[in-house]
């Protein structure tokens, strides 16, 4: 069946330390998102990619990264920048961009 | 810019009760709408769409019309079950834009 896959599903973060979220799709999607959910909250932007080797900034892109050098993937990296990386993080992809999007089973990121 | 305002949570309701939960959007052109619904410790999944004004989307016994003279889309279930305990998400997505503005969600428990 095709999907979404987020690995791992929970993340622990050391201070000062860099983390890459992995985001796989199988769907044949050329759009990819990452959003960030905090508890009670909704989802708020942090990157997207509408096709290979292009990206765009999100409404909370600071302390973040992405790329995108396959059309089925699509990593996310938490730097030591993001003061507050506690947060469930979704991954997305859409049909060229049609919507509806859709969802991973999320990655949960902790600090240690 | 976009936004949807969703009815504040959480709701808590009795099973086989009537449920309603109020979504409002404002945008310029003409979305389509959606409600997504997220089960704990999971991504989100599309629960119905319009795409456009006096359209009704279903499933699942839930039902949203399209409502463009109200800017509304409220979602509705005659009958909720146990197996409804969910946050439900309202949605907004402009065909331009290639992405999606979502509400902030609103949690439903129903207690047997």
């Known amino acids: 069946d095709g999907g979404i896959t987020q690995s791992p599903k929970y993340l622990f973060r050391k201070e000062g330390q860099n983390v890459t979220l992995s985001c796989e799709q199988n769907?044949?999607?050329?759009?990819m998102y990452w959003y960030r959910q905090d508890p009670g909250q909704g989802l708020r932007l942090i990157y997207y990619?509408?096709?290979?080797?292009?990206?765009q900034k999100g409404d909370i892109a600071e302390g973040y990264s992405v790329s995108r050098e396959k059309k089925e993937s699509f990593p996310l990296t938490v730097t030591s920048a993001q003061k507050n990386p506690t947060a469930f993080y979704l991954c997305?992809?859409?049909?060229?961009?049609?919507?509806?999007?859709?969802f991973g089973d999320g990655t949960r990121l902790s600090i240690l | 810019g976009n936004s949807v305002t969703q009815m504040e949570g959480p709701v808590t309701l009795s099973e086989e009760a009537f449920l309603t939960i109020n979504c409002t959007y404002t945008a310029t052109g003409y979305p389509s709408l959606f409600w997504y619904v997220q089960y704990p410790g999971e991504g989100l999944q599309l629960l119905l769409k319009?795409?456009?004004?006096?359209d009704k989307g279903s499933n699942k016994g839930f039902e949203a019309t399209y409502r463009k003279e109200t800017t509304s889309f409220h979602l509705e279930k005659g009958s909720v079950q146990v197996s409804d305990s969910a946050v439900y998400f309202c949605?907004?997505?402009?065909?331009?834009?290639?992405?999606?503005?979502f509400g902030d969600g609103t949690t439903l428990t129903v207690k047997p």
């Open positions: 769907l044949n999607h050329d759009a």
């Open positions: 319009a795409t456009k004004a006096d």
């Open positions: 990619s509408q096709i290979v080797n292009d990206f």
């Open positions: 949605a907004l997505s402009d065909a331009n834009a290639g992405k999606s503005t």
């Open positions: 997305a992809s859409t049909d060229r961009g049609k919507q509806p999007q859709h």
